[in-house]
């Protein structure tokens, strides 16, 4: 029979790449969307798991125990992927209360749906790197065991959903595992995250349709993959002999203005003629650098990212090139 998996957050960029690629491992998927005004947006991602008839999306949220009681009751899944976050960093600034709900207390209302009714499931917490906030090891690497010392709203309650994950593995016995995932990005990646940003305006710039772009700190480090490799990770987390906690990272680390440098460069622009400060994207607290050692995942899972910096950069460039031809 086929494996049955449950994705929260489907609708965005991880939802998204990992129910294709489970689809393409026979999975039967399941999904929850929240409500849209605009309900064509919803799916935008989904285009392409929707051609495939084992898919199925409800509606649902984090916050709303009913909806998930339900879904555990009826799907009765064999894995579970909790990635539906506010995830956005800066943003969670302005929406903390939102943030914490949705991040800590939502995840914590997923566990006790996911305890009460089918507790011989696998779950999945969409842990991240900005737990570490400024802590570094000497070796200039954040890793498993590198403490957690979050600097915004956002890294406090990725920090309370892996802590409840771990209490949660040994106090019931289930089969729950931390992805501690480093920055990926995609051609789905939102329009407000910096890649995204970068490359948009860069492409806009060079077809004539945009003159300038403004960036917050440009001095900060970010060990950046592609999302692609990373929802397969998800799969071989869960896929793993027992529950545990992985660093996935390309344990490479570039700058916003060595992103800047690049994609620019690629479409034969300077980016210091166009790219200005604008003190607006600045954060109340900045986590200045990310650089992940998976060794832990690459020994263990045999995970390996088979994209590069430059390559998801290219990847992200082509797309926003057609998409503006
Ligand atoms: P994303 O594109 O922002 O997707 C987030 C998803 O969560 C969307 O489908 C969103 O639905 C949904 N969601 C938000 N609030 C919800 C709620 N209250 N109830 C149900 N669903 C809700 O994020 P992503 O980049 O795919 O990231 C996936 C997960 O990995 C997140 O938990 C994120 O924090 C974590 N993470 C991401 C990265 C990264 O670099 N991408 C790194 C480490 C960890 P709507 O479309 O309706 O808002
Ligand atoms: N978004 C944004 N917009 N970021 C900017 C800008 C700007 O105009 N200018 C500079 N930056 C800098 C941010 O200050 C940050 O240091 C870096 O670019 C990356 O910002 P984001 O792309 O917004 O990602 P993030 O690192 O804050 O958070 C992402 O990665 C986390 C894992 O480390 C998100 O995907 C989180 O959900 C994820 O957990």
């Known amino acids: 029979m086929n494996k049955k998996a449950f994705i929260t957050g489907i609708s965005g960029q991880d939802g998204s790449y990992l129910a294709e690629y489970l689809l393409s491992r026979d999975y039967k998927v399941y999904g929850i969307v929240r409500r849209h005004s605009i309900a064509e947006h919803q799916d ?4 392409n798991a929707y051609k495939n008839p084992n898919l199925e999306c409800e509606y649902g949220d984090l916050l709303d125990t009913s909806s998930l009681e339900r879904s555990m009751k009826s799907i009765k899944p064999d894995e579970i992927y909790n990635l539906a976050a506010q995830s956005h960093v800066r943003i ?4 903390p209360q939102f943030t914490i709900q949705t991040n800590a207390v939502g995840v914590l209302n997923m566990l006790e749906a996911y305890r009460q009714n089918c507790p011989s499931a696998k779950f999945y917490q969409a842990s991240s790197s900005e737990m570490f906030g400024d802590s570094v090891d000497k070796d200039e690497f954040q890793r498993e065991t590198t403490a957690m010392t979050p600097v915004s709203p ?4 990725k920090v309370f959903a892996y802590n409840i994950i771990r209490n949660y593995r040994k106090a019931y016995n289930l089969f729950a595992s931390n992805g501690i995932l480093f920055n990926h990005e995609s ?18 710039i060079k077809l004539g349709l945009q003159d300038k772009l403004e960036l917050g700190n440009m001095d900060a480090y970010r060990d950046w993959g592609h999302s692609k490799d990373y929802v397969r990770a998800m799969n071989m987390v869960l896929n793993h002999e027992k529950p545990d906690d992985f ?8 700058s916003v203005r060595d992103m800047c440098e690049y994609v620019f460069a690629k479409l034969e622009l300077n980016y210091e003629d166009y790219v200005v400060q604008n003190p607006k994207y600045l954060r109340a607290e900045e986590l200045p650098y990310l650089k992940g050692d998976s060794t832990k995942a690459r020994t263990t899972l045999g995970w390996e990212p088979e994209y590069t910096f430059e390559t998801l950069m290219d990847d992200m460039i082509d797309h926003w090139m057609k998409h503006h031809e």
């Open 44 to 47: 935008s991602r989904l285009e």
């Open 92 to 95: 969670s600034y302005d929406m």
């Open 154 to 157: 956002y890294g406090c309650s």
């Open 187 to 204: 051609p789905r990646r939102g329009a407000n995250f910096v890649s995204t940003k970068v490359i948009k305006a860069a492409v806009r």
């Open 247 to 254: 660093v996935i990272s390309t344990m490479k680390t570039h």
